[in-house]
Structure formats: C-alpha cells, structure tokens
C-alpha cells in the first residue's frame, strides 16, 4: 500500500470514528462518545505521522473528499455536544431554583401533617 494510500485510509476511519460518535449521540451513550473521542485523538496522532505526497489528483480528491465529511460530521456533533450542555445547564439551575424550597418542603412545616418514611 503506497504511503498516499494510506493517507486515504486513515481519514476514511477517521470519518467513520465521527459518525459513530454522532450515532452514540442518537442512542444517548454519552460514554461511547467520549471513548470513540480518545480513539480519534490516536487515530489523528497517527495521521500527523503519515507522509502524503498528494500529488495524485485522484488521490487528493479523495483526501479532500474525507476532510470534508470529518469536518461537516465534527461540525454536527460539535453543535449538537454544545446544545446538550446548554439544556443540562438550563436544567441545573432549575434544580438549584427548587432545592431550598424542598428542603423547606422536607423539614415540613409547623402544624403540617409528616410521614416518618425510613429507608
């Protein structure tokens, strides 16, 4: 296999390493996200080693046509990663809103009906 090749290949795993996190996203498996993460943080290690002569053009469609999806497919899981944290932020601090009036709720109040749950 010619070093070019080669090349081809890996960004070909590396676009397939971003669509599997965007499809563990599908399945909320957060930590399936964050495991394919580390494996794309390898598999790039790896790329930076690779020698590409690029002077193939059909070759260098090709690479082209890898990045492409990489970075669309990066792009999507990107947003989609940044509008997860926002909701978990917006829910956090509806929990944080709630929590004094639980704990007031939990300690009862004087004259208010208590049951005695032990767990």
Excluded at 11 to 18: P, Q
Excluded at 31 to 59: H, K, M, N, S
Excluded at 70 to 94: G, H, P, Y
Aim: proline share 3%.
């Amino acid at each position: 296999m010619t070093p070019d090749r080669r090349v081809v290949e890996a960004w070909a795993r590396y676009a397939a390493l971003v669509t599997s996190q965007l499809e563990a996203l599908d399945r909320d498996e957060i930590e399936t996200v964050g495991l394919i993460g580390t494996q794309r943080d390898q598999l790039a290690a790896e790329i930076d080693r690779l020698e590409f002569d690029g002077t193939d053009p059909a070759t260098l469609e090709e690479v082209r046509r890898q990045l492409a999806t990489c970075i669309d497919a990066d792009a999507l899981l990107r947003e989609r990663l940044e509008l997860l944290r926002r909701e978990n932020v917006v829910d956090t601090r509806r929990v944080d809103r709630w929590r004094g009036a639980l704990r007031t709720y939990s300690r009862g109040h004087p004259g208010a009906a208590a049951i005695d749950v032990k767990f």
